[in-house]
């Protein structure tokens, strides 16, 4: 039998809803972000960085796109004979066919897959989350303690700790308590969702737990191991890590990787970021063109100017358009004379001529005010803006629009133009 001493598990399976029309057609991890990468890119370069290379990525919403990323691990150098990147998608069994319903119900239905390696460690995470982390010294910290269950921790401010697992640890970082989103938190440590568990003592805990409904780390797995007086410690993170599970936190996500010192440096030499990258041609910038404070995708041709912006890769961008404070996604073109603003442009969108996004007041979006808003505007994947039009803040577009779709070339802030077809 082979004998691995730890293997990763690595969710992906996530709708990200409040990324809105960004995962209409994709999963969460499989978005893009920072001009050539996709969010997946960091956990599973964390992977191979740690010396871990055997992962299990567990896929359900929209997958196409994650798995035509992933293909077999090459830039990751996770192909391999033994081990290597193996991509888990939920498959009817004999008896019942089911979907991943929880986090740790994804695990239990891959537990023949864990099997097959015997690992002394399980390592699980999350593929939604912008960090680097080095997985074998929380791995160390683990050992060390005789723990059975690691969970990484960071501190949060108090006042945002009741949206995160929260963890009591005393003063050896041995866990307390454990409370899931407590209304009145007694600590600032939040879980990252990322574990590292004794094989047996996961193995069991989901086979005992098996029958719950929505089987989930946070709500079952770890009360259970915790009631049965198991030794769980709290490995303390200190580096940068961000959720972007919303809007508004991925487009601050980019805008601070444009920083003059950028927190979160993704040109280190001893910690790469890896991607499958297409082979493009360097960008063209034009003699009439300004840059500034901006990341440029490679096979980028720029015309016009563009200030404190994340441009992805195969984007068009024509002579007189100004984009300012933005995100705009690879294989997009926009045309001459426009003006974007706050903006999320998602991948293979056009924008015809003399377009304006981003203007006007701040008005709450009309439809979905919690998905749609600090004066964003979040433009769909595939959609087309005719020329001509001006589109307010807090604003959402999907599909391919027609000039009948504007009220006198005006889309006012807080309206939601979703095209049939086109899922919000």
Request: net charge negative; with cysteine.
């Amino acid at each position: 039998m082979i004998k691995k001493e730890m293997i990763a598990m690595l969710l992906a399976g996530g709708q990200g809803s409040r990324l809105g029309v960004l995962t209409s057609r994709m999963a969460k991890p499989a978005v893009a972000f920072g001009g050539k990468y996709r969010i997946i890119d960091f956990p599973l370069s964390n992977c191979i960085n740690s010396g871990v290379d055997t992962v299990g990525v567990l896929t359900q919403y929209q997958p196409l796109r994650l798995n035509t990323h992933i293909g077999i691990g090459i830039p990751w150098d996770l192909d391999r004979n033994i081990g290597g990147v193996t991509v888990l998608p939920p498959y009817e069994k004999s008896s019942n066919s089911e979907w991943y319903t929880g986090t740790a119900n994804a695990i239990y239905q891959n537990i023949n897959y864990m099997e097959t390696y015997n690992p002394e460690y399980v390592l699980i995470l999350s593929g939604d989350h912008i960090y680097k982390m080095d997985y074998e010294v929380m791995l160390d910290f683990h050992k060390k303690n005789g723990a059975e269950v690691t969970i990484a921790v960071m501190p949060v401010p108090y006042e945002e700790a009741n949206r995160f697992g929260i963890v009591i640890a005393d003063e050896n970082r041995r866990i307390q308590d454990f409370e899931e989103k407590p209304d009145h938190p007694r600590s600032n440590l939040a879980s990252m969702g990322i574990y590292i568990f004794n094989w047996k003592t996961l193995r069991r805990a989901l086979v005992e737990m098996a029958a719950q409904p929505a089987l989930d780390f946070g709500k079952h797995v770890i009360p259970y191991c915790h009631e049965r007086k198991m030794p769980l410690y709290a490995y303390e993170f200190s580096g940068y890590w961000k959720d972007v599970g919303t809007l508004h936190s991925y487009w601050e996500a980019n805008m601070e990787l444009i920083d003059i010192v950028p927190e979160f440096n993704l040109y280190e030499e001893y910690w790469k970021i890896y991607t499958k990258s297409e082979i493009l041609p360097p960008q063209y910038v034009s003699a009439d063109s300004v840059v500034e404070r901006s990341i440029i995708g490679e096979g980028c041709s720029i015309y016009g100017r563009i200030y404190n912006s994340v441009i992805g890769c195969g984007v068009t961008i024509g002579a007189g358009t100004v984009i300012r404070d933005s995100i705009v996604m690879n294989n997009t073109v926009i045309y001459s004379g426009g003006e974007v603003n706050k903006a999320i442009v998602a991948e293979n969108v056009m924008i015809h001529e003399n377009v304006k996004l981003g203007v006007g007041d701040d008005r709450p979006n009309e439809t979905a005010p919690h998905i749609y808003n600090h004066g964003l505007v979040t433009i769909g994947e595939r959609s087309e803006i005719p020329a001509g039009v001006a589109v307010g803040r807090n604003t959402v577009i999907a599909g391919i629009t027609t000039l009948s779709d504007y009220d006198n070339y005006y889309l006012a802030s807080g309206r939601t133009l979703i095209k049939a077809g086109e899922q919000e």
